[in-house]
């Protein structure tokens, strides 16, 4: 479990108040400071014992502080990662060993994401991220669980991937990198595929309480 952090402090404790939502086998916490600033890292360390706090050492932006988690994860391989930001709350209970089965069995599948509550004006209009494009979104089911595919986006939300994934692939430098990364990701595999985790008329599993994007370089 990593979340990526920028200094907002009230932010991300009210985010890691609802990891007891997400249920499966944890085994190490990391948090990702990308604020570089001294009280901001004496604050995690004093106030999040038992979790890894890991730094870039200096601002180095969205896709800065992303090639800098995914070198550290690379170095630290755990079989999953479920990577997710400070300005995010888990909504709804998650079984995550479901999600990494779903991932083992799916292998096109790049991640398994949960689905947010609808932010800008397109989706607040249609109802939701799926509903603003539902052709563009497939659902899926195992006979027990439940995935929605698509191939519009790779998303730096809440989400589960593969180890592997993150060792064979490299996260852009400079501005627009999730963007980009989407971009080439599916240029680049034709069968390669994203998803929400759930049906496709769930309600959010995760809310975004980011007012503002404090960080720079997105």
């Known amino acids: 479990l990593i979340v ?22 944890i085994s190490q916490r990391v948090i990702h400071d990308d604020s570089s600033t001294p009280g901001y890292a004496r604050h995690l360390a004093e106030n999040y014992p038992g979790w890894t706090v890991v730094s870039t050492g200096r601002r180095s932006g969205f ?13 630290h391989a755990t079989p999953f990662v ?12 998650v079984d995550l060993d479901a999600m990494a089965g779903v991932l083992l069995a799916q292998p096109h599948l790049a991640q398994v994401a949960l689905l947010r509550q609808p932010w800008n004006h397109t989706e607040k209009a249609a109802g939701g991220i799926i509903a603003a494009d539902r052709a563009s979104f497939t659902e899926h089911t195992d006979g027990t669980e439940h995935w929605v595919e698509h191939r519009k986006f ?16 490299d996260w852009p430098a400079g501005e627009q990198s999730e963007g980009r990364f ?6 680049q595999d034709h069968a390669a595929a994203s998803a929400f985790w759930g049906r496709a008329d769930d309600p ?8 503002q994007r404090v960080g720079v370089g997105y």
Request: net charge negative.
């Open 182 to 187: 989407s971009v080439e990701l599916f240029r």
């Open 154 to 169: 790779f998303t730096t939300n809440p989400h589960m991937l593969l180890s592997p994934f993150i060792r064979d692939h």
């Open 4 to 25: 990526m952090t920028d200094g907002r402090a009230e932010c991300l404790a009210r985010s890691v108040a609802t990891f007891g939502r997400l249920h499966g086998d």
């Open 204 to 211: 959010p599993a995760v809310l975004h309480i980011g007012a």
């Open 82 to 93: 479920f990577s997710t930001e400070d300005d995010f709350l888990i909504a709804r209970d």
């Open 63 to 75: 896709a800065g502080a992303y090639r800098s988690a995914w070198a550290w994860l690379r170095a």
